[in-house]
């Protein structure tokens, strides 16, 4: 229950703060990468800890033409690491969703180990996690888990 209202209050606040962004061919500039990893840093973090306050960023992001790459700066209990994981696809995919222009392959990952999903996977995910229904939210984190298991890109 608790991760059905966390993925809310993600979903609602990317929402009211009305982040919108163009989808076209171009190439992104690197203000507007960093914008989107600063929001992605921001959202994970704060979903996994519930209060920011008292820590720095647990959350580092790194975003190419190829590529959007989101780490766990530290390591994290199995358990955690699987929340960070489906909450790290499911920021992205609610970029995405909202016209945000993303690369073709997201990864999540710490150290060395990452999971990949495409862009338009994370889409889906985000979507079956904002109903809020356990089974679309129980697909989402199935999703999640599932995702290939892949060396972190550098």
């Known amino acids: 229950m608790k991760i059905i209202t966390i993925v809310t209050v993600l979903l609602l606040t990317m929402t009211c ?9 171009n190439k992104a500039s690197v203000s507007y990468k ?10 994970v ?8 306050h008292g820590h720095g960023s647990t959350t580092s992001c790194s975003y190419t033409d190829e590529r959007l790459l989101i780490k766990s700066t530290s390591a994290l209990t199995q358990e955690q690491m699987k929340h960070f994981v489906l909450f790290a696809f499911t920021a992205a995919g609610a970029l995405n969703n909202n016209d945000f222009i993303l690369p073709e392959k997201i990864y999540v990952g710490y150290g060395d180990d990452c999971q990949v999903l495409t862009t338009e996977d994370a889409s889906r995910l985000q979507d079956m996690a904002s109903f809020g229904v356990r089974s679309n939210l129980s697909n989402a984190m199935i999703l999640a888990s599932h995702a290939p298991k892949v060396p972190c890109p550098k």
Do not use: R, V
Not at 17 to 25: E, M, Q
Not at 45 to 52: I, M, P, R, S, W
């Open 34 to 43: 960093q914008g989107i990893c600063n929001e992605i840093s921001n959202y």
């Open 45 to 52: 973090d704060a979903l996994l800890y519930g209060n920011t």
């Open 17 to 25: 703060l009305g982040f919108a962004g163009a989808k076209n061919d």
